[in-house]
């Protein structure tokens, strides 16, 4: 018999009418950037907007809910993800111009098929979204950016969910952007966005995605199982170094634990070169910030969100 609280009955009991997917303890290594990672325990695809309010309006409050975007920016840890996952897409993923320069995107769709669909309008300054891997609700928690733009330079308002189920509209000011961080709370659902572009000549725009892929392809390990950038490079008062200068000073270049490695290509980034664990992962990582701060007295700030349980050891 099932003991857990987020058993099959239980959640039968409380969602009869849930129109979206539901399913129990899914493997999330297999759909991790990294590829490791346990199962979450319940993962739960909504329908679409009113299904998510149906599903966080009759679950009991205090169960844990966290929201997976495309996870090309988390380092699930091997116990896996208690309680319930979700994960926005289909009913997510419209793209709607808004206006002349504006885009209506849903926070399920993916970066990359946003900087097409505004190549296709016209639309500059949205180009270095074809070089993020992960989704518009991941780019805007984490306030994602390359090339010297980041979401905050183009967003103009955001509609979330809050744990209660009541959708709101923020404008994007009052989000508290900046390098890769938003205040916006833990248990809020990103739903959608808009994004203000600017009409522009679709060649020089496609020109620069395509500049924008090359430099990416020459300088990161993107055909590798990576999490993106490990650590956020260090406040210029504190270092004038980033934070892959100070991980190769250290020694760090190559430097591997288990099936986990410090990418040659770029030492900010950690690979799982085939049969790493997560655990694997994280020591790496922190054997790199030990190795910082003894030589430098710097504390390297994860940029990666580590999340999920570690795995208990069985006695
Ligand atoms: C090869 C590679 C290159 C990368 N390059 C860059 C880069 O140049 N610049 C950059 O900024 N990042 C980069 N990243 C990191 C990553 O792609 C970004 O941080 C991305 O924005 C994460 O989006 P995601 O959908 O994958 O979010 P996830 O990794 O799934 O989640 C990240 C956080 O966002 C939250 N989240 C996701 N969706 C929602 C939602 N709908 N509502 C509420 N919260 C949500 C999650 O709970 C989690 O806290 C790179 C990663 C890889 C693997």
Not at 179 to 188: F, M, V
Not at 203 to 232: H, W
Not at 276 to 295: H, P, Q, W, Y
């Amino acid at each position: 018999m099932d003991n857990s609280p987020f058993s099959s009955d239980a959640i039968r009991t409380y969602l009869p009418d849930l129109r979206g997917k539901l399913n129990f303890k899914v493997p999330l290594n297999a759909r991790s950037w990294f590829r490791v990672g346990g199962p979450a325990e319940v993962l739960i695809n909504p329908a679409d907007t009113e299904d998510l309010a149906y599903i966080i309006q009759n679950i009991p409050l205090n169960w844990p809910v966290f929201t997976l975007g495309a996870t090309s920016n988390l380092l699930i840890r091997d116990g896996g993800i208690e309680g319930i996952s979700l994960q926005l897409r289909r009913g997510f993923n419209d793209i709607i111009p808004d206006d002349a320069e504006g885009l209506i995107v849903g926070a399920g769709c993916l970066d990359t098929v946003v900087a097409e669909n505004a190549v296709q309008l016209h639309l500059e300054g949205m180009e270095f979204l074809i070089g993020i891997p992960g989704s518009i609700g991941g780019a805007i928690l984490m306030n994602a950016g390359a090339h010297g733009s980041e979401i905050a330079s183009i967003l103009d308002w955001v509609e979330i969910m809050t744990r209660e189920g009541e959708i709101i509209q923020l404008p994007a000011a009052s989000l508290g952007l900046s390098y890769r961080h938003s205040s916006l709370p833990q248990d809020a659902i990103i739903l959608r966005a808009r994004l203000q572009g600017k009409k522009s000549n679709p060649d020089t725009i496609r020109n620069y995605m395509d500049a924008i892929r090359k430099q990416r392809e020459q300088t990161q390990p993107i055909r590798s199982r990576t999490g993106g950038s490990t650590f956020r490079n260090p406040d210029p008062s504190i270092s004038q170094h980033k934070a892959w200068e100070l991980i190769d000073m250290v020694g760090g270049r190559g430097l591997s634990i288990g099936g986990a490695q410090v990418s040659q290509k770029h030492c900010n980034f950690l690979i799982n070169t085939g049969n790493a664990t997560a655990s694997d992962i994280e020591n790496l990582g922190e054997e790199l910030r030990k190795r910082v701060f003894e030589s430098f007295g710097i504390k390297l700030i994860w940029e990666i969100k580590r999340v999920g349980r570690n795995l208990v050891e069985k006695g």
